[in-house]
Nanobody
Framework: QVQLVESGGGLVQPGGSLRLSCAASGSIRGSNVMGWYRQAPGKQRELVAT???????NYADSVQGRFTISRDNAKTTVYLQMNSLKPEDTAVYYCNFRHGWGADSWGQGTQVTVSS
């Protein structure tokens, strides 16, 4: 019911910046949480950051102070500004939409590679 399309991934050098975008469409309800998760090869998916429809944000400790999540409720679009990128940030980043009843919708993922 909700489709998510990510964009903005790519290859950057350590210390660089990247901005990810995720546009949601479909049957969107008023109460929801959008966020970003990532999965590196051989590792489990982990939460990066989330933002509620009311604007409340939270971040993983590993990205606190470096990443900023924001959303445009009119467009139902979520962004992830990533600064001071490290090689350990390399992963596939997935956009997530959590419905009010707890179900999840996922984007296809976008690759972020931090390497010199």
């Amino acid at each position: 019911q909700v489709q998510l399309v990510e964009s903005g991934g790519g290859l950057v050098q350590p210390g660089g910046s990247l901005r990810l975008s995720c546009a949601a469409s479909g049957s969107i309800r008023g109460s929801n949480v959008m966020g970003w998760y990532r999965q590196a090869p051989g590792k489990q998916r982990e939460l990066v950051a989330t933002v509620t429809s009311g604007g409340r944000t939270n971040y993983a400790d590993s990205v606190q102070g470096r990443f900023t999540i924001s959303r445009d409720n009119a467009k139902t679009t979520v962004y992830l500004q990533m600064n001071s990128l490290k090689p350990e940030d390399t992963a596939v980043y997935y956009c997530n939409f959590r419905h009010g009843w707890g179900a999840d919708s996922w984007g296809q993922g976008t690759q972020v590679t931090v390497s010199s």
